[in-house]
């Protein structure tokens, strides 16, 4: 009785298809653009046009998606509606390819229609320049199957080359997922130059191959090698690769078989053999800012990046640094810089502050390079100033950087995620390397910075000097090392000092150190401008200043006052904190943990939010005063972005990204007391998160300085500037003009 209908059901599921077939859509670029290529992603899905979310949108989304529009590849990528908003439903959100699907609508999503995004989260592209001609079909991009070669590796042949961070060896690429050495006929120095590029160096060696022939032809004769057979099979080979010099391997055209057929694919060659000239870029802690970057040092810099080799682009000109605007923003650009920092070429042309936005002036838009300009200012490019360019579109880069082992040198370990964890590091040991863990005395978040570089997991967000609810490996419990003190550029933990002998009162275990790392972290910059133009005296009397003095707002010698009569006097102004990171900036304890002061009826957060100090020139205290985070809060935010965080009613503390906390200057402790301090020049310094309590992704950006000349009557800010905005030649000047000024008077 059964038998017919289960016979039916077992035929109607055989006849279904495994897997649902994608929808044909078109795609577009719509919004405000700048050259054909570039736009607002758009996709027509059921007869309605509608965006696509910026939430994991990456390059290889973006990949798809202008091959499918008809362009040969992808150069970057845009988020928080760069091109505008657009209208109508948000068709995808969470979008993930691989970089191989024919259409966006083969990758995976959360669902047609399915979205919890904005029209301020539209995500834009920018396609690569070159457009194959005529109008295309959806399916696979002319020359992708069987014609592309996206990976480049050395294989040592010498033994030193094996001891060493790999720069010379025979080339081999990967095609249709297997590794094939290419012949050297017809192999030119351009052909190096981008395998040089993409292994991280800047430039390729002239290499005499006599040698290499030699031992390949002596090789060819051992009965037991098996080269002789494997050279003779042309799946062995690439026949040849014709590359300009300054495009990536994957634009080089390639022919992988001699044209005319059964021909040798490399007869009478060998395999081709580069030899790239070592990293030039710095390995270890960078220099003190007064020896910052002299005038015959790199014009360039990179700043706020996860790892080596990544990060905003800045250029110091008339003195002073200062962002690039990404408009025409390119690989051939982004490999100059990469290049001229002795990195490799550019992997990604960043557009559209993906690294964080800078502050201060842009220096630079529409910069068009050949690919082999020595520097960025050897391009041609337009000034910024009259532009109208903003830093929402701050240029960045990732740039190749050579292959080194410094990751399987350290571990995370009992973390409840590959993130975090008690850290352990391998080390030399009586002559031998052994696993050990690292003393969690005095460990700070420099130190983790460095650990996390180091793994490839981005920026620390805390660092542990316990760690008792993690269990680390039983071999690696001995401390190995000890008083670890990192300035946070370093490339490993182990290039930066430490104890001689292991120094740990504590012990290990649950007094080990230990990291938690993410992608993402805040950056905090203070407006110098602002302070520079609200800075003014008060004389404030005593009976005012009860709840300041309890919470030492002022200096010590206000403890042997006759209260309530007399005043201080106070420098005042006004504070602007932006968070131009890519991460909100949150206090690191929770609510529970936070002080409440009775006097001011608030509570506190961070026990010391920002530091003022006047200075002497030669840099001695003169005065001080400690700005408690009393209230940590979106004062403002940009248009498109919605305040998150307020104080009022206990609520949660904190600056979102792209936010920013202001602190006028009439409220409490919002100065500095300098009732004792004599007429003269001095230096105002404000130091934002100065205990670096909270991780983020620039820490030499929280230094603000200010030339201040104070006549006992009144006073006057000049020069402010932030950290590291000025060039170290122009901050050298500055100092001997108020040198100067001062003994004159």
């Known amino acids: 009785m059964l038998?017919?209908?289960?016979?039916?059901?077992?035929?109607?599921?055989?006849?279904?298809?495994?897997?649902?077939?994608?929808?044909?859509?078109?795609?577009?670029?719509?919004?405000?653009?700048?050259?054909?290529?570039?736009?607002?992603?758009?996709?027509?899905?059921?007869?309605?046009?509608?965006?696509?979310?910026?939430?994991?949108?990456?390059?290889?989304?973006?990949?798809?998606?202008?091959?499918?529009?008809?362009f040969e590849s992808a150069v970057t990528w845009a988020h928080s509606a760069k091109y505008g908003q657009g209208e109508g439903p948000v068709w995808l959100d969470n979008l993930r390819c691989t970089g191989t699907e024919?259409?966006?609508?083969?990758?995976?999503?959360?669902?047609?229609?399915?979205?919890?995004?904005?029209?301020?989260?539209?995500?834009?592209?920018?396609?690569?320049?070159?457009?194959?001609?005529?109008?295309?079909?959806?399916?696979?991009?002319?020359?992708?199957?069987?014609?592309?070669?996206?990976?480049?590796?050395?294989?040592?042949?010498?033994?030193?080359?094996?001891?060493?961070?790999?720069?010379?060896?025979v080339v081999e690429v990967k095609h249709e997922g297997r590794w094939r050495q290419v012949c050297d006929a017809g192999w030119t120095r351009n052909n190096s130059r981008v395998v040089c590029g993409m292994l991280g160096f800047p430039q390729e060696k002239q290499l005499n191959t006599g040698f290499y022939r030699k031992l390949w032809n002596l090789k060819l004769k051992d009965p037991k090698s098996s080269l002789r057979s494997l050279s003779r099979k042309n799946a062995f080979w690439i026949h040849r690769l014709s590359c300009l010099g300054t495009e990536p391997l994957s634009r080089c055209p390639v022919q992988v078989s001699p044209a005319a057929p059964r021909r040798p694919a490399c007869a009478h060659g060998m395999p081709a053999v580069v030899s790239c000239p070592g990293p030039a870029f710095p390995k270890a802690k960078a220099k003190p800012f007064r020896k910052g970057l002299r005038a015959e040092g790199p014009q360039v810099r990179l700043r706020a990046g996860a790892q080596v080799g990544e990060g905003r682009v800045e250029v110091l000109r008339h003195g002073q640094w200062g962002t690039v605007c990404d408009e025409k923003w390119d690989l051939l650009a982004a490999s100059v810089v990469c290049r001229q920092l002795g990195y490799g070429t550019a992997r990604q042309a960043l557009a559209g502050a993906q690294l964080g936005q800078g502050l201060g002036p842009i220096h630079m838009t529409k910069v068009q390079c050949t690919g082999y300009e020595r520097s960025l200012q050897e391009c041609s490019f337009?000034?910024?100033?009259?532009?109208?360019?903003?830093?929402?579109?701050?240029a960045a880069v990732r740039c190749n950087v050579p292959h080194r082992d410094y990751q399987s040198q350290v571990r995370l370990v009992g973390g409840r995620s590959p993130e975090e964890g008690v850290v352990e590091v391998l080390v030399p040991v009586g002559g031998a390397l052994k696993w050990g863990a690292v003393c969690g005395e005095r460990w700070g978040l420099n130190e983790a910075m460095v650990v996390c570089r180091q793994l490839g997991l981005g920026f620390a967000s805390h660092a542990l000097q316990e760690?008792?609810?993690?269990?680390?490996s039983p071999e690696a419990g001995e401390v190995v090392m000890s008083?670890?003190?990192?300035?946070?550029?370093?490339?490993?933990?182990?290039?930066?000092?430490?104890?001689?002998?292991?120094?740990?009162?504590?012990?290990?275990?649950?007094?080990?150190?230990?990291?938690?790392?993410?992608?993402?972290?805040?950056?905090?910059?203070?407006?110098?401008?602002?302070?520079?133009?609200?800075?003014?005296?008060?004389?404030?009397?005593?009976?005012a200043l009860y709840c300041a003095h309890e919470e030492r707002c002022l200096s010590r010698s206000a403890d042997h006052a006759t209260w309530p009569d007399?005043?201080?006097?106070?420098?005042?102004?006004?504070?602007?904190?932006?968070?131009?990171?890519?991460?909100?900036f949150r206090p690191q304890t929770g609510r529970h943990a936070w002080v409440w002061h009775q006097c001011h009826r608030h509570y506190h957060s961070i026990e010391v939010f920002t530091h003022y100090d006047l200075l002497t020139l030669n840099g001695s205290r003169v005065a001080e005063g400690h700005k408690a985070s009393f209230c940590l809060e979106d004062t403002n935010c940009p248009p498109g972005l919605q305040r998150r965080f307020a104080c009022a009613n206990f609520g949660e503390q904190g600056v979102s990204a792209g936010c920013w906390d202001t602190y006028r200057h009439d409220?409490?402790?919002?100065?500095?007391?300098?009732?004792?301090?004599?007429?003269?020049?001095?230096?105002?310094?404000?130091?934002?998160?100065?205990?670096?309590?909270?991780?983020?992704?620039?820490?030499?950006?929280?230094?603000?300085?200010c030339q201040c000349k104070y006549d006992g009557h009144r006073i006057w800010l000049h020069g402010c500037r932030t950290g590291d905005q000025y060039g170290a030649d122009a901050v050298r000047e500055l100092e001997q003009q108020q040198r100067l000024a001062t003994n004159l008077i």
């Open 483 to 543: 008083g670890v003190h990192c300035t946070g550029t370093e490339l490993s933990i182990q290039q930066c000092p430490r104890h001689g002998p292991v120094h740990c009162p504590g012990g290990g275990g649950r007094f080990s150190a230990g990291v938690s790392c993410t992608d993402t972290a805040p950056d905090l910059v203070l407006d110098a401008q602002l302070v520079q133009e609200t800075g003014y005296l008060e004389e404030r009397p005593l009976a």
């Open 382 to 394: 337009q000034e910024a100033a009259q532009s109208g360019c903003q830093h929402e579109a701050d």
């Open 566 to 584: 007399g005043y201080r006097r106070l420098l005042r102004f006004s504070s602007r904190i932006h968070n131009l990171g890519q991460a909100d």
């Open 102 to 169: 024919r259409s966006l609508a083969e990758c995976h999503s959360n669902g047609w229609g399915v979205s919890d995004c904005h029209h301020g989260e539209d995500a834009g592209v920018v396609c690569s320049a070159r457009h194959p001609s005529g109008p295309r079909a959806l399916g696979p991009a002319p020359g992708l199957q069987g014609r592309r070669l996206e990976e480049v590796r050395l294989k040592p042949v010498l033994a030193w080359a094996k001891l060493r961070v790999l720069s010379e060896g």
């Open 467 to 472: 760690t008792w609810y993690w269990q680390g």
């Open 667 to 705: 409220i409490d402790c919002q100065w500095v007391d300098i009732s004792d301090v004599g007429p003269g020049s001095y230096v105002l310094q404000v130091v934002v998160n100065p205990k670096h309590e909270v991780a983020e992704s620039d820490f030499s950006n929280n230094v603000m300085r």
């Open 3 to 70: 038998a017919g209908p289960v016979r039916t059901l077992l035929l109607l599921c055989l006849a279904t298809p495994s897997r649902q077939q994608p929808p044909r859509i078109q795609v577009r670029l719509a919004g405000s653009r700048s050259q054909a290529g570039e736009g607002r992603l758009e996709v027509l899905y059921a007869g309605q046009w509608g965006t696509v979310c910026d939430d994991d949108f990456d390059i290889h989304v973006a990949s798809v998606a202008c091959r499918e529009l008809g």
